[in-house]
């Protein structure tokens, strides 16, 4: 598999098939104070995503492959950290850094340790995988088009 060449620092147990459901699942109750944060105008536009990802959204097999060898972790590359989120995590990630209102094509997969998301950008055919900071406005910049290219580049960011 693709991440072979890799080196985890963090392994966790395969995703099982309720960790993969949980990526068309709800947002959680207790979760959902975060999405709303300095956005209450605009609780009828997220009331509408029902708490859910756009259903446009789908696992590329490249993730589906990293979370059937281990749901979620830390995947050291040519110098980067990309620690990666489990299903349920990227939902949360989505909804709690308000990507449903600033960023809604991008879906945050992992961090890269310093306040940067690798997300995957479903707005481009691709997908294209884009960096966006979690303090930024912008869309991301575009970095690859699959996992292994990604990291095994030395990115200048």
Not at 7 to 31: G, M, S, V, W
Not at 122 to 149: E, H, R, T, Y
Request: with cysteine.
């Amino acid at each position: 598999m693709w991440y072979q060449a890799f080196k985890f620092y963090d392994q966790h147990p395969p995703a099982t098939p309720d960790d993969i459901t949980a990526f068309r699942t709800p947002l959680p109750e207790a979760e959902r104070a975060n999405a709303l944060n300095y956005l209450e105008p605009y609780s009828v536009q997220l009331s509408a995503t029902r708490y859910c990802l756009p259903a446009h959204f789908y696992i590329p097999d490249e993730l589906m492959q990293l979370w059937q060898y281990s749901v979620h972790g830390g995947i050291t590359g040519n110098g980067q950290d990309f620690g990666y989120f489990s299903p349920a995590e990227t939902v949360s990630y989505y909804f709690g850094y308000q990507f449903w209102y600033y960023a809604p094509n991008l879906l945050p997969i992992a961090f890269d340790g310093g306040g940067v998301f690798y997300c995957y950008d479903f707005g481009q055919p691709g997908p294209l995988i884009v960096m966006k900071d979690s303090g930024s406005d912008d869309l991301g910049v575009p970095v690859g088009s699959s996992l292994a290219d990604v990291l095994a580049q030395e990115l200048d960011y």
